[in-house]
């Protein structure tokens, strides 16, 4: 009887504490299984919140990629005009070809800050995975601009089996062919700045030059296009974490949260069970052998 009326109160105040927490499962050996099946959803939604940041972060760096292609694109598309420009015949001056050559500066200038421009935390972003290695310089010796960065790029994991490139690289957004958009502009501007250079020449110059630019143009083209397609694939696979996060948050409140009514229901019956046992201990003990006499 001792044994029942403890199994009893044991019950209820385990009920008790369910009733307080808001959970049904106050131990593992509650559920067994349930605790198993917690632990792995648990493991999932850390999965997934470190997924959702990577995205995250991923996001604000091809943002700043997509800031500097749209600005190289601007850059590019008015050294084509410039360019261009040069065969008018009001630029057979050499005050008018020194016009142009110092835009042309400017825009090589501002090409070459682009190509070698580092994020926050002080990494050149496009070098590929040399980031500690400034991707454009000029070579001293051949006095023409090499890249210095390699072609590999950094994987970021979004998903459980799926990585998204996190960065473009300076010899494939500026690639020309053979060459660069950098030596190409260059070129231009020293002939331009050459008087031994005639018009014939210049004309030959420019036609080269017109031919490297549109293929740069195609090649930033190319790259936007990469980063906007990488960028509409994160904004979906964050959606579906989303959805999975949920799905997962209540099959975790299925197997962990109480069922208040049913637990009620319990209580009262543990209630009324050790009620019962209490008053048959106590009408066992009033028993004895003086009041059987």
């Given at each position: 009887m001792l044994t029942s009326m403890q199994s009893s109160t044991t019950g209820v105040n385990k009920t008790f504490i369910q009733l307080n927490s808001g959970e049904r499962m106050l131990k593992p050996s509650d559920d067994p299984l349930g605790a198993v099946q917690l632990m792995m959803l648990d493991r999932e939604q850390a999965d997934i919140s470190q997924f959702k940041k990577n995205i995250s972060n991923l996001k604000t760096q091809l943002g700043q990629t997509e800031?500097?292609?749209d600005a190289s694109n601007t850059a590019v598309?008015?050294?084509?005009?410039?360019?261009?420009?040069?065969?008018?015949?009001?630029?057979?001056?050499?005050?008018?070809?020194?016009?142009?050559?110092?835009?042309?500066?400017?825009?090589?200038?501002?090409?070459?800050?682009?190509?070698?421009?580092?994020?926050?935390?002080?990494?050149?972003?496009?070098?590929?995975?040399?980031?500690?290695?400034?991707?454009?310089?000029?070579?001293?010796a051949t006095g023409k601009y090499v890249y210095q960065g390699n072609s590999d790029q950094r994987e970021v994991q979004v998903a459980e089996s799926m990585s998204i490139p996190a960065n473009q690289t300076a010899d494939v957004m500026?690639?020309?062919?053979?060459?660069?958009?950098?030596?190409?502009?260059d070129s231009v501007i020293n002939d331009l700045r050459n008087p031994a250079v005639d018009g014939s020449n210049l004309t030959s110059s420019v036609t080269q030059a017109q031919a490297d630019i549109k293929s740069t143009l195609s090649s930033i083209n190319g790259a936007l296009t990469d980063v906007g397609g990488q960028q509409n694939s994160l904004t979906m696979i964050s959606g579906s974490h989303d959805d999975n996060k949920l799905i997962n948050d209540k099959l975790i409140g299925d197997v962990k949260d109480l069922?208040?009514?049913?637990?009620?229901?319990?209580?009262n019956t543990q209630m009324a069970a050790l009620q019962a046992t209490q008053m048959t201990y106590s009408k066992v003990q009033n028993l004895s052998l003086f009041k059987l006499m």
């Amino acid at each position: 009887m001792l044994t029942s009326m403890q199994s009893s109160t044991t019950g209820v105040n385990k009920t008790f504490i369910q009733l307080n927490s808001g959970e049904r499962m106050l131990k593992p050996s509650d559920d067994p299984l349930g605790a198993v099946q917690l632990m792995m959803l648990d493991r999932e939604q850390a999965d997934i919140s470190q997924f959702k940041k990577n995205i995250s972060n991923l996001k604000t760096q091809l943002g700043q990629t997509e800031s500097h292609l749209d600005a190289s694109n601007t850059a590019v598309l008015r050294a084509q005009e410039l360019v261009t420009g040069i065969l008018n015949a009001s630029n057979s001056t050499m005050e008018g070809r020194e016009a142009i050559a110092t835009e042309l500066d400017g825009i090589l200038g501002q090409l070459t800050d682009i190509a070698n421009s580092k994020n926050p935390n002080g990494d050149y972003i496009f070098a590929g995975t040399k980031t500690d290695t400034q991707p454009i310089v000029k070579d001293p010796a051949t006095g023409k601009y090499v890249y210095q960065g390699n072609s590999d790029q950094r994987e970021v994991q979004v998903a459980e089996s799926m990585s998204i490139p996190a960065n473009q690289t300076a010899d494939v957004m500026f690639s020309n062919g053979s060459d660069n958009i950098f030596n190409t502009l260059d070129s231009v501007i020293n002939d331009l700045r050459n008087p031994a250079v005639d018009g014939s020449n210049l004309t030959s110059s420019v036609t080269q030059a017109q031919a490297d630019i549109k293929s740069t143009l195609s090649s930033i083209n190319g790259a936007l296009t990469d980063v906007g397609g990488q960028q509409n694939s994160l904004t979906m696979i964050s959606g579906s974490h989303d959805d999975n996060k949920l799905i997962n948050d209540k099959l975790i409140g299925d197997v962990k949260d109480l069922d208040y009514s049913q637990a009620i229901l319990e209580l009262n019956t543990q209630m009324a069970a050790l009620q019962a046992t209490q008053m048959t201990y106590s009408k066992v003990q009033n028993l004895s052998l003086f009041k059987l006499m």
